[in-house]
């Protein structure tokens, strides 16, 4: 197996749990108290996730698979062979080997801000692509990354899947396609996926699902907060909340207090009135103008779209 890349030692989990302190005070100090949606994934977010994925509301996932597998060949007509794949965040078991087998890569480099999450989804591929060189990077996929140095002649593609983009506000969004184009450089390729707008019961269904695993992955952001930021949280007094905000085209979650609750985080003291909430989530969803729009503002240009018979999702090609 290839070395790990790590790009910052031992300072990035003091830094990393530094700045989700600082992400919830400032959050929750605010009028419209909110905590950015990066903090759901510590280990039992990560599952609770998985489980999501699964779901039978929760048509994301398994739309955008049904798209690479379905138009694997004109994906792979599109892209050309000989490109390494740069995967923004760790892959998934389903996701990554479906493009992999599809193309006939170069090399495989997936960037991801948790090495432990890299290397329980790297060995998998190693086992599975024993040919392909695979060249795991621990890093902040929002920053430039310095590709390995064995790969730096090939050309590129990126890819992020999941509709991941959609977590964030279009600004965020826009300056994180600029920084995959610099890590990626001029001429590179990029597959993205990208939720759809669709009829509102679906959205909110996929959020709010019946068996209630979204509910506990939103509510396990409370509980984090209680575990690592020594907070006393009255997380029964929260309940979860998915809602389609028209305006923005966006679901948005949030954890709201069924009667007036007061607690403390790192030694601060804050407080919720019945009905009001704390917002934890955005989830953008796209048409083919918006998508455009936005990857266009990134620096990428449309290429193809590959779609479900149902336009549930989508998947785009765009180049730099
Ligand atoms: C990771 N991300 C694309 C998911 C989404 O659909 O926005 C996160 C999620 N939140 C609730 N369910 C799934």
Known sequence: TAALIREEPQAASDTFHAQFRQDVLAGLSQARKAIPARWFYDHRGSELFEQITVLPEYYPTRTEVS????????????????????????????????????????????????GDFLRESCAPLVARYPDLPIHPVEADFGEPARLPAALSLQPRLGFFPGSTIGNMEPAA??????????????????????????????LTAAYDDAQGVTAEFNLNLAHRINRELDGSIPVEALQHRAVWNEARARIEMHLEARRD????????????????????????????????????????????????????????????
């Open 173 to 202: 969004a826009t300056d994180l396609l600029r920084t995959m184009r610099a890590t990626l450089g001029a001429g590179s390729l990029l597959l993205i996926g990208m939720d759809r707008i669709k009829d509102e019961a679906v």
């Open 261 to 320: 609750i007061a607690f403390e985080v790192a030694g601060r003291s804050f407080a919720l009135e019945r009905g009001e909430t704390i917002h934890t989530e955005n989830s953008h969803k796209y048409d083919e103008r918006s998508g455009t729009t936005l990857l266009l503002a990134g620096g990428w240009e449309p290429r193809h779209t590959w779609m479900d018979a149902d336009r549930r999702f989508m998947v785009i090609l765009a180049q730099a």
């Open 67 to 114: 798209i690479l597998a379905e138009h694997c060949g004109e994906i792979a007509r599109a892209v050309g062979p000989g490109r390494v794949v740069v995967e923004f965040g760790a892959g998934s078991a389903t996701k990554t080997p479906l493009l992999l087998d599809c193309i006939a890569p170069a090399g495989y480099v997936p960037i991801d801000i948790s």
